[in-house]
């Protein structure tokens, strides 16, 4: 039996620990904010018209297999802990200019007949032969990157992918390319681009192969948990607890101890003595953990690159608006808005917030998470990460975040839905915010951007694995689900 101590309590973390607690180890889990799930995170507004729940984090669960797995290798049922709910459509997008919108689902025939329907056949067609590609693509990524260790572009090159496999992945190719080459009508290829927004990419720069992350969605299905995402915290919670871990809420780690190459233990805030380990799960950024728990230059050198952030409001909202569970309204320039939000430091063009951004809607349909008569809205817009430097921006600047919020509420007015004389409240949750919520730098929500290479599972030295978003095989709850399978496996029982 080892002693383990994971750091941090979101979903990478708390899976991580229940799959190495039913293996015979003793674990114990230190997070530092007072509640558990990362950025899986909840808000709740009480009024007099009753109360109101939020996820301020994700809104979508896809790959639920990936859930059922976990459950199940720890002795448990998924459906006893949660109530998962399809989407249907799991997305709808209102495109630029009017005309008429375009519901995603998990029927890759009945998808491309809605395509035919809304944007013509030779589309539909065009999303076809797309589809046959990315299938390729989700195959070879399923079978030889989601599910092992990849610590190095060494790894990537001796995976024994085939010459079609290699075709499809399209090494050097950007998702913006393969859009190009595959999709005559804009609005399709502008789909695809806000994919790379899903591992917190510019769509100009991120690889062909996320064409994967569309395939995943769009075939394995998107579900909703009633009662919100932050019940699967509650859930993974319950089994942790269940199966002997130790979870200590308010407990911040200020360093990895190691010598001789191997990991010893770690030093908590406040608390002069050590807590001793055999090994040490950091679910946290690998900016922090390379940064500031076990200070490592060369590891820290290749986390430059860093995802976008999200601007999200809050809203309590009278009335029914009618739309879907979740709803995209795109810019009318898309490409303005990436330039916006990465900005460009090598030309001298600081990173500033979108004046036209996609706007991101979710509203559930759902008694438990708001009042009779009214609805809960959560507003995400892609935003630079929060800091002073040229491809950041300082979100704490004195009224920008409340003048943005604003704006949002005039953009979304402007595509057709104004919700302004119905609001009972809004809530602002900058980059900033999610920085000092759950130490993620910057508040970039998937450490650095998106690409085939994340940083490795495997510390620098003996008995430290990383786990969770900014880590292998990338961000998502089913990533990080899978992160914590790949860490858990790679330490193997305690017999």
Not at 90 to 109: E, K, N, W
Not at 199 to 215: E, F, H, I, M, S
Request: with cysteine; hydrophobic share 45%.
């Amino acid at each position: 039996m080892a002693r383990i101590v994971v750091i941090g309590a979101g979903v990478g973390g708390l899976a991580t620990a229940a799959r190495l607690a039913v293996s015979g180890h003793e674990v114990t889990v230190f997070e530092r904010s007072g509640t558990v799930g990362g950025k899986l995170g909840r808000y709740v507004r009480h009024t007099p018209a009753g109360s109101f729940h939020f996820d301020t984090g994700p809104s979508l669960l896809t790959l639920p297999q990936v859930f059922h797995d976990l459950f199940e290798a720890t002795g448990a049922k998924l459906d006893e802990y949660l109530d998962l709910t399809p989407l249907d459509p799991i997305v709808r997008h209102v495109f630029p200019g009017g005309g008429p919108v375009l519901d995603s689902c998990a029927d890759p025939d009945e998808f491309a007949a809605r395509i035919g329907v809304a944007l013509g056949d030779r589309s539909a067609a065009d999303w076809q032969r797309l589809w046959r590609r990315a299938a390729r693509v989700w195959t070879a990524s399923h079978r030889d990157i989601l599910r092992r260790t990849v610590d190095s572009p060494r790894d990537l090159a001796a995976l024994a992918w085939r010459l079609g496999d290699l075709a499809a992945i399209g090494p050097g190719r950007t998702l913006r390319g393969l859009g190009r080459s595959h999709l005559s009508d804009p609005r399709l290829r502008m789909l695809l681009d806000r994919y790379a927004t899903y591992t917190g990419a510019d769509p100009r720069r991120a690889p062909a192969a996320l064409v994967a992350v569309p395939y995943a969605e769009l075939t394995f299905g998107g579900w909703y948990l009633r009662g919100g995402l932050g019940t699967l915290a509650d859930a993974l919670l319950s089994r942790c607890l269940d199966l002997g871990v130790t979870v200590r809420t308010g407990e911040t780690v200020t360093r990895i101890d190691a010598a001789g190459g191997r990991v010893h233990g770690v030093r908590l805030a406040g608390v002069h003595a050590p807590v001793p380990a055999d090994v040490v799960v950091a679910n946290a950024d690998a900016l922090t953990v390379y940064r500031d728990l076990l200070p490592h230059p060369r590891r820290l050198a290749a986390l430059t690159d860093r995802s976008l952030a999200g601007f999200v409001l809050l809203l309590g909202v009278r009335g029914d608006s009618g739309l879907a569970h979740h709803t995209v309204f795109f810019p009318g320039d898309y490409d303005a808005e990436f330039d916006a939000v990465f900005g460009d430091p090598g030309r001298g063009i600081r990173a500033r917030p979108a004046t036209d951004p996609t706007v991101f809607v979710t509203v559930a349909d759902d008694p438990m998470v708001r009042p009779a008569g009214h609805e809960a809205w959560f507003v995400l817009v892609n935003a630079a990460r929060h800091g002073t430097a040229p491809d950041a921006v300082d979100w704490r600047r004195p009224g920008l975040a409340d003048a943005y919020a604003d704006r949002i509420l005039d953009v979304l007015a402007e595509r057709g839905v104004d919700v302004r004389d119905r609001l009972l409240f809004r809530e602002i949750r900058t980059p900033a915010d999610l920085d000092a919520a759950t130490a993620a730098p910057g508040g970039s929500i998937y450490g650095t951007a998106g690409g085939l290479l994340r940083p490795a599972n495997r510390g620098p030295v003996h008995g430290l694995w990383l786990v969770g978003g900014s880590s292998h095989p990338g961000g998502g709850l089913p990533m990080v689900t899978l992160s914590a399978q790949i860490v858990a496996d790679e330490i193997g029982p305690a017999w």
